[in-house]
């Protein structure tokens, strides 16, 4: 059962493109949202993250969109650069307590020049 | 400094052998985790501890059993390895109470195990 549904499993953008990928989940208890990013022979690295009771959150060129009544989520990298090829994760959990964070599937970035 | 840091980062042994991974975290966090990321690159989680209290256990052979000393370490060992246990180990900290920052979640840099 995949309770954090990850699209697309892989994109390829040109530099100065921006970068879209999509997630949704199913338990509506989640309230903490993650976007990990991870490089390869690297663990994952926490990028950016978001709370349901706001619709966006922006730092630098990465920004999260969040629908809560979709039960969706999004992360869009601006002028995406080379150096933002990685493999993208997003995850949701409930937050204060002991419940596990729990990963989508993957999304290989590749941004070319 | 490595905040969370894990050895050995490359391990290569046969099947039926028994070996450990060893975590260790210097960010003063209460509790610690074990994810699998399979050849997918799918990322699981196995177990978690906190304050040395095993509070998540997923569904996973008995054949793995973590350990923590105390809340800066946690161990998995693994016995009778198997071909389908070969996955990158990941060890991850976080606090598990602090609402203002959501938990999150700080990964070492994997344990590469290949069993053959």
């Known amino acids: 059962q995949q309770q954090v549904k990850q699209s697309p499993q892989s994109l390829i953008v040109q530099k100065g493109g921006i970068s879209i990928i999509n997630c949704a989940y199913e338990?509506?208890?989640?309230?903490?949202f993650p976007w990990y990013q991870q490089f390869p022979g690297k663990g994952p690295a926490l990028l950016i993250a978001?709370?349901?009771?706001?619709s966006e959150k922006k730092e630098g060129r990465f920004t999260i969109s969040f629908n809560k009544s979709a039960k969706q989520f999004s992360l869009h990298i601006m002028d995406s650069q080379p150096g933002d090829s990685a493999t993208y994760f997003c995850?949701?959990?409930?937050?204060?307590?002991?419940?596990?964070?729990?990963f989508g599937t993957g999304t290989r970035l590749q941004v070319t020049l | 400094d490595t905040a969370v840091s894990q050895t050995p980062k490359y391990l290569v042994t046969q099947m039926g052998n028994d070996k450990s991974i060893k975590c260790e975290q210097n960010?003063?966090?209460?509790?610690m985790y074990w994810y699998k990321q399979d050849s997918k690159k799918f990322l699981k989680i196995m177990f978690s501890?906190?304050?040395?209290?095993?509070?998540i256990n997923e569904t996973v052979p008995n054949r793995f059993s973590p350990k923590s000393p105390d809340k800066a370490h946690l161990n998995l060992h693994i016995n009778s390895l198997e071909l389908g246990d070969s996955a990158v180990y990941f060890c991850?900290?976080?606090?598990?109470?602090?609402?203002?920052?959501?938990?999150?979640?700080?990964f070492g840099e994997g344990s590469w195990l290949t069993v053959v």
């Open positions: 338990n509506t208890a989640f309230d903490y």
């Open positions: 960010l003063g966090h209460d509790t």
């Open positions: 991850a900290s976080s606090l598990l109470n602090r609402e203002s920052s959501g938990n999150t979640i700080y």
């Open positions: 501890y906190n304050n040395k209290e095993l509070i």
């Open positions: 978001i709370r349901p009771d706001v």
């Open positions: 995850a949701a959990k409930k937050v204060g307590t002991a419940s596990k964070l729990t």
